[in-house]
């Protein structure tokens, strides 16, 4: 969802199927950085098979990688952005490092909460499942993750991510 809130607020291209992905690049406004912009079509726990490759073919450097992911352990509506770190528990972040090589890539970590279960198979159910938040809380965030997003592109762009 925030990744096609940035498409239509970046005015891309319509995205085109390649590296078993949806993918589109262009500036994020006249003059501005490029970008590409893809969301694998496979499995969440897979989407390094897609990223590694695209990255690859892009000639994209690792550190100018974001990673825009839901994140069961923060609370609804958190969002946070840093520069590598471990998976912590997540599987595609895992996947995306082993795509990548390495875990030296940013991410922007948007909080979905958790549900009251540690059973896999209601977690799985929650994470796959429909928001409990009203449209409005979770459009929010969407806009909020989507704005967080392209201010940490527009700070790599001008080189000032402080790494």
């Given at each position: 969802?925030?990744?096609?809130?940035?498409?239509?607020?970046?005015?891309?291209?319509?995205?085109?199927?390649?590296?078993?992905?949806?993918?589109?690049?262009?500036?994020?406004?006249?003059?501005?950085?490029?970008?590409?912009?893809?969301?694998?079509?496979?499995?969440?726990?897979?989407?390094?098979?897609?990223?590694?490759?695209?990255?690859?073919?892009?000639?994209?450097?690792?550190?100018?990688?974001?990673?825009?992911?839901?994140?069961?352990?923060?609370?609804?509506?958190?969002?946070?952005?840093?520069?590598?770190?471990?998976?912590?528990?997540?599987?595609?972040?895992?996947?995306?490092?082993?795509?990548?090589?390495?875990?030296?890539?940013?991410?922007?970590?948007?909080?979905?909460?958790?549900p009251d279960s540690?059973?896999?198979?209601?977690?799985?159910?929650?994470?796959?499942?429909?928001?409990?938040?009203?449209?409005?809380?979770?459009?929010?965030?969407?806009?909020?993750?989507?704005?967080?997003?392209?201010?940490?592109?527009?700070?790599?762009?001008?080189?000032?991510?402080?790494?």
């Open positions: 969802m925030v990744a096609a809130a940035l498409a239509e607020r970046w005015d891309l291209p319509r995205a085109k199927e390649k590296f078993n992905s949806r993918i589109t690049e262009g500036r994020i406004a006249p003059g501005g950085p490029r970008v590409v912009l893809m969301t694998p079509l496979t499995y969440m726990n897979e989407s390094g098979k897609s990223a590694g490759p695209a990255r690859g073919s892009k000639k994209i450097p690792l550190e100018k990688v974001i990673a825009v992911y839901d994140e069961i352990d923060l609370p609804f509506g958190e969002i946070r952005t840093r520069m590598g770190g471990g998976a912590a528990g997540h599987n595609g972040v895992k996947s995306l490092k082993q795509g990548f090589g390495s875990a030296d890539f940013w991410r922007v970590r948007i909080g979905v909460d958790r540690t059973d896999p198979e209601r977690v799985a159910g929650y994470v796959l499942g429909k928001f409990s938040e009203s449209r409005e809380q979770v459009e929010e965030l969407i806009d909020d993750a989507a704005r967080e997003t392209e201010r940490l592109v527009e700070r790599i762009a001008a080189g000032e991510t402080g790494e």
